[in-house]
């Protein structure tokens, strides 16, 4: 994520030319090769090992944090109490306290968090909010959001820090549900209680002999247990009423980043599937039954889509996400005003991943608490 990063920052100037042009002053990384072939890269003048240098360095204004979720709370807090702004990546942190460390931070210092929610900023998904909130599919009655992935189906899937709970969090729950969850408050508002039900799947990996990054496999090694959940299933209810499920999993052979939604309404409904980033399937009319469904290419006039390409139906990809998160936190900060997912959707969408939580144990229906 370090390098996505870094390039949505290299890439500003081409598509929003307005946008101040962030320079990369540096990049940190424990492992001394990664730092440096990065720094070389990515056109940083400094290579570190230790992320303090960054974090002391004045003539830095902004850091990306992009480090395993175990290292957010600690160099998340230390960069916003330099009182420098932040980009975090999600889930922000291992749980509900680690993600208010940091907004509490962020308030006292004043200064802009970004988080990378990045699903939320596809300009496909920009029109079906558009649709939603114009009306045109009637009230919301209930909807679907799937997060499906097949990245740790592989029996041989090294025991990196994504399935250790002191290390990962609650493993799927942050990682792809916690993206399902913004999704949901995005489109359809908040949540009001959620029952659930989690389940590990592959209950034991073999330890890597070194470093890993990525999704790497690791035969042979010594066994250790996963220790947090591989696929779960929640049922919302939300505060206005819909019904809603959202279904996710690392360990799904056969789907590669199946990540998307399907949203029914009293008179429509929308569904979007981020391997087809550019299109909706909408049905709005009047026609209650046997009311057509049609396809809806993204194009200029929804979200940033403008600032890539001049006409409908041109497919976008993740990296182009990322660069629109990376101009929305520089609109944040040059604004003085939130633009885009901040520490506050990541605090609300853990509250939500930890009333799912709070529901496995007990076995019925939970509220996200607010602190
Ligand atoms: N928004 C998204 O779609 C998305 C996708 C993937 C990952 N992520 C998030 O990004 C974060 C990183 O995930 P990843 O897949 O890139 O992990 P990764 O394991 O591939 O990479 C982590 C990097 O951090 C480095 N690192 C570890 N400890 C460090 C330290 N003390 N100081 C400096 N660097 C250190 C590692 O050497 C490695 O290069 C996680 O929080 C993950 O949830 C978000």
């Known amino acids: 994520m370090g390098r996505v990063h870094a390039q949505a920052y290299a890439r500003l100037p081409h598509h929003f030319p307005d946008s101040a042009r962030p320079e990369l002053v540096a990049i940190a990384d424990d492992i001394p090769e990664r730092a440096v072939d990065a720094a070389r890269q990515f056109g940083a003048r400094a290579a570190v090992t230790g992320w303090r240098a960054i974090v002391h360095d004045p003539k830095i204004r902004a850091v990306s944090v992009t480090a395993p979720n175990f290292l957010h709370r600690e160099i998340g807090t230390a960069v916003v109490n330099a009182g420098k702004h932040l980009w975090i990546e999600k ?109 590990i799947f592959v209950p034991e990996r073999s330890v890597p002999s070194g470093a890993t990054s990525g999704h790497q496999l690791a035969s042979g090694g010594q066994r250790e247990p996963v220790e947090n959940e591989d696929y779960v299933f929640a049922q919302l209810r939300l505060a206005s009423g819909a019904r809603c499920t959202v279904e996710a999993s690392r360990v799904s052979v056969g789907e590669q980043n199946a990540y998307g939604f399907e949203i029914h309404g009293t008179t429509g409904m929308v569904a979007w599937d981020f391997r087809r980033i550019g299109e909706l399937r909408v049905a709005a009319g009047s026609a209650f039954q046997d009311q057509a469904t049609t396809t809806r290419y993204a194009g200029p006039g929804d979200g940033e889509y403008a600032a890539f390409q001049p006409a409908s139906a041109m497919a976008m990809g993740y990296d182009e996400l990322k660069v629109i998160e990376a101009h929305r936190f520089v609109q944040s900060i040059e604004t003085n005003s939130p633009v885009g997912a901040t520490i506050s959707d990541a605090v609300a969408t853990a509250q939500v991943i930890e009333a799912i939580s709070t529901s496995v144990r007990t076995g019925g229906w939970e509220k996200p608490q607010s602190v």
């Not at 592989?154 to 913004?182: M, T």
């Open 91 to 199: 889930p922000v942190g291992l749980n509900v306290s680690d993600a208010v460390a940091i907004a509490r931070a962020a308030q006292r210092q004043g200064v802009s968090v970004a988080v990378g929610f990045n699903y939320r900023n596809a300009p496909a998904v920009a029109a079906a909010r558009d649709l939603i909130e114009t009306g045109r599919l009637g009230t919301i009655t209930h909807a679907r959001f799937y997060f499906l992935s097949d990245y740790a189906a592989h029996p041989d899937g090294a025991l990196s820090w994504r399935f250790q709970r002191a290390r990962g969090g609650n493993g799927v729950l942050g990682d792809l549900a916690s993206h399902g969850v913004d999704l949901v408050r995005y489109l359809l508002g908040d949540v009001d209680s959620v029952v659930a039900d989690t389940a």
